[in-house]
């Protein structure tokens, strides 16, 4: 499902960065954080989070379904 939306969301931030570096002016703003937090998170592997979680000293839960 992910790998269908990321294409068309691509092309839509390509059309909103056209006019500088910022989605909303010149410079900054908390959406331009939220969407580089979102592609750094899209862009990890699953399985990634298990390694996080072991040098945190904690536990997740199971991401299983999700890999389906």
Same mark, same amino acid.
């Given at each position: @499902? ?5 294409? /068309?969301?691509? +092309?839509? =931030? ?15 703003? @908390? ?5 580089? /937090?979102?592609? +750094?998170? =899209? ?26």
């Amino acid at each position: @499902l992910v790998e269908e939306f990321i294409p /068309g969301f691509e +092309v839509a =931030l390509e059309g909103m960065l056209e006019g500088g570096a910022f989605l909303l002016g010149d410079r900054p703003r @908390l959406c331009d954080f939220a969407v580089m /937090g979102q592609g +750094v998170y =899209l862009s990890r592997p699953p399985t990634s989070a298990p390694k996080v979680a072991m040098s945190m000293n904690t536990s997740i839960p199971s991401i299983s379904f999700c890999l389906t």
